[in-house]
């Protein structure tokens, strides 16, 4: 009988001198690396999540994708919520911008409540109104992202902009009858 030794560990990696985390935890928090672009990594980490949130609803079917994404989006938040806060100890740091899983669990809640409300994801709507409450934090997202710290207050405020950022949409497509993007 032959055995085996036990593979090794994933390679740690370095966060700028700090302690070290996992590939896996980089990858999760950072969205499989689109956080890790040097400039806007919000922006890309919410375009990261675009193609997950169009496979989800057409693998959900047209009855419950609505239900799923929205499923989705807050197992996600649970999930970056604990990977954050992981994160944030392991590195000593409090909300690096590499961090966009709260960026998926955000603009998926846009499209879910988009979709259950007026029954259109709205995609390209979604990610512009999205980045814009996530950027601008308009009240109550500010009062959350500064008052709630580390992995809960990572995840929080982007679950709030993207709950917010749907009601600009939904009011527009009920007010037409035109499909939007």
């Known amino acids: 009988m032959h055995t085996h030794p036990p593979a090794p560990p994933a390679p740690p990696v370095v966060e700028r001198g700090r302690k070290t985390v996992s590939f896996?935890?980089?990858?999760?928090?950072?969205?499989l690396g689109s956080g890790l672009s040097p400039k806007a990594p919000g922006t890309f980490?919410?375009?990261?999540?675009?193609?997950?949130?169009?496979?989800?609803?057409t693998l959900s079917g047209d009855a419950h994708a609505g239900y799923v994404l929205l499923s989705a989006a807050l197992t996600v938040f649970v999930i970056g919520w604990w990977g954050s806060a992981l994160y944030v100890r392991k590195t000593n740091t409090q909300d690096p911008g590499l961090i966009?899983?709260?960026e998926v669990a955000g603009v998926w809640m846009t499209i879910a409540l988009c979709l259950l409300s007026v029954g259109q994801p709205a995609y390209i709507l979604s990610f512009v109104a999205f980045r814009i409450f996530d950027i601008l934090k308009p009240w109550p997202i500010c009062w959350f992202d500064r008052s709630i710290h580390g992995g809960l207050g990572i995840m929080l405020d982007d679950l709030l902009a993207?709950?917010?950022a749907a009601i600009p949409i939904i009011i527009i497509l009920s007010l037409t009858t035109l499909p939007l993007p």
């Open 24 to 31: 896996a935890l980089l990858m999760l928090v950072t969205w």
């Open 100 to 102: 966009v899983i709260d």
């Open 162 to 164: 993207g709950a917010l």
């Open 45 to 57: 980490g919410t375009l990261a999540a675009l193609p997950f949130a169009w496979g989800i609803i």
